[in-house]
């Protein structure tokens, strides 16, 4: 990753939020037939495309599949910069709290990729009386993969200032993809993008990370490690052993310390960060599923609420 600066007018104002963020906005919706759901939510300057071919396998085995855009995903990069990581968050509790799965009464399931997958597990521990389990993949608390600058060392200085609003990350090869054609797509997009640009996001991520979501990330990572301890719902990791930008330890972090009784770590050894859509994007499919299927048939309405 490179650093890119940028001293803009635009900086200094707090955009509005858009109406109807939360769900309605260049998300999915699949209505299965199975009694179960799952919400899937994408990384931060991620989107919903990148869970599209995972949404699609849960879907052919019934699952009724939502997956939201995240809040002020798809516009300017001066409006995403300025969001709160809560806000992220309120968009994954309307899933339950406003959208079609306000009324459901069958087995919820949770999964996100990277920043996602901490949402998933913050929305299982606050609805433990709705969400059966979680499967977080490549979970993301600390970048430290082999492709992060070492500039990030400097990054919890640059938090404390004004200059978090002027710095951005412009995103680099192998882009999370170890799958050339698709890091070819990428590269076309990303390598001459500037940092205005949004014509493409919506299929492949915004080209530049603003470290002031970085320091959102920071702040939600703050607020979760302190609750891993009272998680005991059943949670999956799965995460590629070469991950460019979260190292195992990601996982490894998460898993010796919540304290569910049914948990499970997986390893992949042919994909890069973006795990939903690289080599494996489809052992990941079947792995979830499986464990999602274990879960529910464990399950029964006397369960809910506590279920381990």
């Known amino acids: 990753m490179s650093v890119v600066f940028s001293f803009d007018i635009r900086n200094f104002k707090r955009p509005p939020r858009p109406a109807g963020a939360h769900l309605s906005k260049n998300g999915l919706f699949l209505k299965g037939h199975n009694g179960s759901a799952v919400i899937l939510i994408h990384g931060l300057t991620g989107t919903s495309n990148e869970m599209k071919s995972l949404a699609s396998f849960l879907h052919r085995k019934g699952y009724t599949v939502i997956c939201p855009r995240l809040a002020n995903h798809g516009e300017s990069i001066w409006v995403l910069k300025n969001t709160k990581w809560q806000e992220f968050y309120e968009t994954v509790r309307n899933c339950l709290l406003k959208g079609e799965l306000a009324g459901a009464e069958g ?95 919506e299929q492949y991520g915004y080209p530049y990370f603003p470290v002031a979501l970085l320091h959102q990330l920071q702040l939600l990572v703050r607020h979760l490690t302190d609750k891993l301890p009272d998680m005991r719902f059943p949670v999956q990791l799965i995460q590629a052993k070469d991950d460019d930008m979260a190292s195992v330890r990601n996982s490894k972090f998460i898993y010796d310390r919540i304290s569910s009784e049914t948990k499970e770590m997986i390893l992949l050894y042919d994909s890069y960060h973006v795990i939903t859509a ?6 990941v499919a079947e792995k979830m599923e499986g464990f999602f299927g274990r879960v529910r048939r464990a399950w029964t309405p006397e369960h809910r609420g506590g279920m381990r």
């Open 107 to 201: 087995p919820i399931f949770a999964s996100g990729l990277s920043m996602g997958a901490l949402l998933a597990l913050l929305l299982a521990h606050e609805f433990k009386d709705r969400v059966l389990g979680v499967s977080c993949l490549a979970p993301t608390l600390f970048y430290d993969g082999w492709n992060t600058p070492n500039s990030k060392f400097f990054l919890p200085l640059g938090y404390r200032t004004f200059l978090k609003h002027f710095f951005y990350f412009k995103e680099d090869p192998p882009y999370g993809i170890k799958n050339e054609i698709i890091r070819q797509r990428i590269h076309r997009y990303y390598n001459n993008a500037r940092l205005e640009d949004t014509a493409n996001v």
């Open 278 to 283: 690289d080599h494996e994007r489809d052992t």
